[in-house]
């Protein structure tokens, strides 16, 4: 035979039997079946074989099974992205003439994509007030198929009564599924909620962009259930659409995953440092973050995430700050520039800590009473060293609102 033929028919096969820290990165479009029959009766469906690369191969199996384990669930279909999660779990369970409700404080795009993409299909959204279950229970109609959780809300980090939410939609036999991006799988359990195992959402979406990856290098979603009958209705549409992430990215993701409880912990302990040092800042009227006290619907966080010893529970790196409205949004801005270690950058869960400006007006259609007036600025804390990243917000505070910006008033 010809060397360029020898080389993709080579015939040497590796002893079996492998064993490593971590499993091997399996990369294929093309699977390769030893006869026709089997290629007539292998099921894609489940994970007794491989077919297709978009159907999965060992790595992204592996993946799958390791992020049940973390969120408690018994099925994950992988999607390209935290959003495409979102999209493929609204897609998959919405027909025409159903209805779903967002809440008003959900992730921006999650909310876009339910008024324009599920609107052309005849889905109309309905937003609900994540603050008030007696709202939600108000809003679902006989049309309602699906509500949307997310536990806190995005920006505002308003922490909802998940559990009673869940209870209403399960009284009236709607489907639930969370963005369980925050909690990811580790400040509270999606799928049981009480911890006796009678209370869980439907579906868990989790963009792993985030703490999973860890890294800010890898874009990737789950869509995660414990009903076979659901998960086959996001499977079936996962497979039409030709949704599928890349090996190398899977690989990426199954490295970061052994440290994501170390990780988490750490970007929660810096972040409530300086969520308290800022509530001592003069400039900021309020934080945001739901494991303090002051923060709205810091009850049910308390409830759902803070430790029966009376320790003090756990909480993503995540927090917001409202800056008294006297500050002119050029003056935010110019706090937010001024910045040197904090990167301006959307997502979180990376080493890097980064900020972003938020224009609340633009966001929310209902009004949030329990938030002071102000500009709103949100803080993912990385993995720097605390006290560096305090020196940074003094210094910035500092430039951009005077001298008497640092220190207590409060
Ligand atoms: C980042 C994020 C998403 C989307 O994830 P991508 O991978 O960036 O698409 C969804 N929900 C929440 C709460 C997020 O923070």
């Known amino acids: ?40 009766s292998r099921e894609w469906k489940d994970k007794s074989g491989y077919t297709y690369g978009l159907h999965g191969t060992p790595t992204t199996f592996i993946l799958e099974e390791r992020l049940c384990a973390l969120e408690g ?73 699906l509500v949307w959780l997310e536990a806190p809300g995005s920006v505002t980090m308003e922490f909802p009564d998940l559990c009673e939410l869940v209870r209403i939609c399960r009284a009236r036999g709607v489907t639930t599924a969370l963005d369980n991006t925050w909690g990811a799988g580790l400040a509270f359990a999606p799928f049981d909620l009480v911890g006796d195992g009678t209370l869980g959402v439907d579906v868990s979406i989790h963009a792993l962009t985030k703490y999973p990856s860890g890294g800010g290098d890898v874009l990737m979603g789950s869509v995660i259930t414990r009903d076979p009958v659901l998960h086959m209705k996001i499977k079936l549409l996962h497979m039409h659409l030709g949704l599928g992430v890349g090996a190398n990215d899977a690989e990426a993701v199954l490295r970061a995953l052994p440290s ?41 966080w308390h409830a759902l995430c803070g430790a029966a010893d009376g320790g003090p529970g756990i909480a993503a790196g995540l927090f917001s700050v409202v800056l008294d409205p006297r500050y002119s949004q050029a003056q935010v801005d110019a706090f937010c520039d001024g910045l040197r270690l904090f990167k301006l950058g959307y997502s979180w869960g990376g080493p890097m800590s980064l900020v972003v400006p938020y224009d609340l007006g633009s966001m929310r259609s209902r009004p ?30 500092q430039q951009a609102f005077g001298a008497s910006a640092t220190g207590g008033h409060r």
Request: a neutral charge; one cysteine or more.
């Open 260 to 300: 994501i409880g170390l990780r988490y912990r750490t970007h929660d302990q810096a972040a409530r440092t300086l969520a308290q040092w800022l509530q001592q800042q003069a400039p900021v009227v309020q934080v945001l973050h739901p494991a303090l006290p002051e923060s709205p619907g810091h009850a049910h």
């Open 73 to 145: 669930g018994l099925q994950c279909v992988l999607v390209p992205s935290g959003l495409a999660a979102i999209g493929t779990a609204s897609l998959a369970l919405l027909k025409t003439g159903d209805e779903v409700l967002v809440p008003d404080n959900a992730y921006g795009p999650n909310k876009a994509m339910s008024a324009s993409t599920l609107a052309q299909f005849g889905i109309r959204t309905g937003l609900y007030d994540a603050l008030d279950p007696a709202d939600l229970a108000a809003r679902i109609t006989p049309a309602t198929r």
């Open 1 to 40: 035979m010809d060397p360029s033929t020898r080389l993709i028919h080579h015939d040497y096969q590796p002893p079996q039997g492998f064993l490593a820290p971590q499993p091997g990165v399996f990369k294929a479009s093309t699977v390769i079946f030893p006869n026709v029959a089997a290629m007539r």
């Open 368 to 397: 949030a009473p329990h938030l002071r007036p102000g500009t709103v600025v949100r803080f993912s804390i990385g993995l720097e060293a605390v006290e560096d990243l305090q020196a940074d917000l003094h210094q910035s505070l």
